[in-house]
């Protein structure tokens, strides 16, 4: 691409005022949050001169809302941020203050990490990450327009008349497009934190025929740590066994802070509902549609009526501050109405809260408009990624700025782009959901949403997606021999537990007897032994004097004995689905002339534009019935061709 003298830009562009071209760059990415930084690392990782333009320097990978990072399909982002070479697991494992493992009870595919972080710890950490990374530039800009030329993007513009020009543009504006903060009737332009609102570059992307939803989001107030009464809140402790995010942290001591569970109640209730009518969601001042998996606690007494109770997590904001996040309850009362319904609460009766909770009203992209790579459809050279494509939290929005930072680059370079399939990670199942079905409201990942979670597991993200960050370029040889290592013990003991077989001598009988298993009738396998569910790879290793095995790798072995049948089960739908998948669909169809689909079929694949039948298949509103016409269409033309 090339890039444009001022005074061509700008009768090219018809700017009505003059600016002046400040540099060149190969990616800019507008927007500091998590998806900004995942995404101006990466492209800079990759070689790209890039920018990255934020509000304020104070914004840098802040956390607006609650203080941790991880939890149910979350940490499975994480993981797999981590795997391909991001960043966030690593300054999440170094700013961690409490970390557990949730739901253990459960299988193997659910397990997820969550990682209480200290919250201005970690945007100091990122901030110099950032800042010292080589080819990245990170300017305090508010950016105003989009600049665009036959359907090719080609720079942005500041509110200073600053241009800077680019190859390709990455949207990561997170709640700041139109932003504006509700609680009571108290109501104005405003992005999270008190930072501004950026109004003009709305009106610049809808210029450019970029089609934008209005949604709404919301944080609970702050309360001060010394003015709660801990005796009256069951504490909740981290592990003992220290954990990571990161496949390569070396954190291995951690000081963990307790956080405190507590429960609204009748009297609580009795407030919130006897003021419903001054709250921003009831009494229209809130335009956006809200988050159906976080409401509001407003939104929770009118959908659970029923309910008695509701749980609030009191969590630490820092080591250094006294602020205290009160998780569960969101809000958009008025400040004093806040106040009183928190003070019905056991342990808050005395609370004094520092920041009241709000709404927010932002502008974010339909993300029906983009390519599985994340660039924008009609927009050459145009991504989006994070809460600007409709999704909420901070793991799904990092998630897809370090791939709209990586197929940014690779467009530069003439690459194909990198999109991860359903059965490959999260990140697929996330960036899928969104290109193909689209979104009504903010968008949450969830173990759900995933048909190959057993798969997709928390512990083997590595094992899955290291490889592809090393074609790519973000694995450095440090991850990739640390990496190397651990699969070489995992296949070597796989390998070693098939090969060795036990008789059902009166000595071994003896030794499984006391593990609490069954003693045996015939000879086995130790890999057919380790499937029984009271065995673990630890107790083997003990008994029969096998290699110790660090922690992560002993799990690794243990589920793959225990989960073979299911797994290789699971690999065979996946290698049906991937015909499916692989049966790709030409860019120039014409879907109107396919007259048998069906009115809506025919709408809505000409809108989503699907890159194969595996990914039509899973558009809303077409039905089995429509895949069927467009797979014999498609066989048609190609004999038609072929002739």
Same mark, same amino acid.
């Given at each position: 691409?090339? !890039? ?20 060149? !760059? ?87 990490? /969550? ?48 241009? !800077? ?34 109004? /003009?570059?709305?009106?610049? #992307? ?35 066994? *220290? ?19 507590? @429960? ?21 001042? *809130? ?14 007494? +009118? ?21 205290? @996040? ?56 145009? !991504? ?25 680059? $690779? ?14 990670? =999260? ?15 903010? =968008? ?34 440090? /991850? @990739? ?126 809108? *989503? ?19 069927? +016409?467009?797979?014999?269409? #498609?066989?048609?033309?190609? $004999?038609?061709?072929?002739?």
């Amino acid at each position: 691409m090339r !890039f444009l003298p001022v005074s061509v830009l700008a009768n090219k562009i018809g700017l009505k005022i003059m600016g002046y071209i400040t540099d060149k !760059f190969d990616v800019i990415v507008v927007g500091a949050g998590h998806a900004g930084v995942e995404a101006a690392l990466a492209a800079a990782r990759l070689g790209g001169k890039t920018l990255l333009a934020t509000l304020s320097l104070d914004n840098v990978a802040l956390m607006p809302c609650n203080p941790s990072i991880g939890g149910p399909a979350k940490g499975h982002l994480v993981r797999e941020i981590d795997a391909l070479g991001g960043q966030m697991g690593i300054s999440a494992d170094k700013a961690c203050i409490q970390m557990r493992l949730l739901n253990t009870g459960k299988g193997y595919a659910v397990h997820a990490l /969550r990682g209480q972080e200290d919250k201005p710890y970690y945007h100091t950490l990122m901030k110099e990450i950032v800042e010292q990374q080589d080819n990245l530039e990170l300017k305090q800009l508010m950016i105003d327009k989009l600049l665009v030329e036959n359907g090719e993007v080609i720079g942005v513009e500041a509110e200073t008349g600053e241009i !800077f020009e680019a190859k390709c543009v990455i949207l990561a504006t997170g709640t700041y497009l139109r932003g504006r903060i509700v609680y009571g009737q108290v109501n104005y332009e405003c992005g999270p934190n008190g930072l501004r609102s950026a109004t /003009r570059l709305s009106s610049s #992307l809808l210029e450019n025929g970029v089609e934008l939803m209005r949604f709404k989001t919301g944080t609970p107030a702050r309360v001060d740590a010394r003015s709660l009464d801990y005796s009256k809140m069951e504490p909740q402790y981290g592990d003992e066994t *220290v954990r990571n995010f990161s496949f390569i942290s070396n954190v291995k001591e951690r000081v963990q802070v307790p956080c405190w569970l507590s @429960y609204t109640n009748a009297a609580t209730h009795k407030i919130i509902r006897d003021n419903l009518h001054l709250s921003g969601m009831f009494n229209g001042m *809130v335009e956006g549609v809200g988050p159906r998996y976080c409401p509001s606690i407003e939104s929770k007494l +009118v959908r659970f009526a029923d309910k008695e109770r509701h749980q609030l997590f009191i969590e630490p904001e820092g080591m250094h501050t006294n602020e205290m @996040y009160v998780q569960g309850m969101s809000s958009s009362l008025p400040a004093h109405i806040q106040l009183q319904f928190m003070q019905t609460i056991p342990g808050l009766e005395n609370c004094k809260m520092m920041r009241a909770g709000y709404a927010i009203d932002y502008d974010c992209l339909d993300p029906l408009q983009l390519k599985p790579s994340l660039e924008h459809k009609a927009i050459s050279g145009l !991504f989006s990624a994070g809460q600007s494509n409709g999704t909420s939290g901070y793991e799904e929005a990092a998630a897809q700025g370090l791939m709209a930072g990586i197929n940014a680059m $690779r467009k530069i370079n003439a690459q194909e782009p990198v999109v991860l399939r359903r059965d490959q990670a =999260y990140i697929g199942v996330l960036i899928d959901d969104l290109v193909t079905k689209g979104t009504h409201e903010p =968008y949450r990942m969830m173990t759900s949403r995933a048909e190959y979670r057993l798969l997709l597991r928390q512990d083997n993200a590595d094992l899955r997606l290291t490889e592809l960050g090393r074609a790519i370029g973000l694995v450095d040889d440090d /991850r @990739y021999s640390h990496f190397c290592e651990k699969r070489t013990a995992l296949e070597r003991t796989l390998s070693e537990l098939a090969r060795i077989n036990i008789a059902p001598t009166e000595e071994n009988n003896a030794s499984l007897t006391s593990m609490g298993s069954t003693p045996l009738r015939s000879g086995i396998s130790l890999l057919e032994l380790l499937r029984r569910k009271e065995i673990t790879y630890h107790k083997l290793q003990q008994a029969f004097d096998l290699p110790e095995l660090n922690s992560q790798t002993a799990e690794q072995v243990e589920i793959h004995a225990k989960y073979e049948g299911y797994i290789i089960k699971q690999r065979q739908e996946v290698e049906k689905a991937l015909k499916l998948e692989n049966k790709k669909i030409p860019d120039n169809i014409d879907y109107h002339d396919i007259k048998e689909l069906s009115a809506e079929a025919m709408e809505k694949l000409e809108k *989503v534009r699907p890159s194969s039948i595996g990914q039509a298949s899973r558009i809303s509103g077409v039905s089995p019935a429509d895949i069927n +016409v467009l797979m014999i269409a #498609l066989e048609v033309k190609r $004999r038609k061709e072929q002739e």
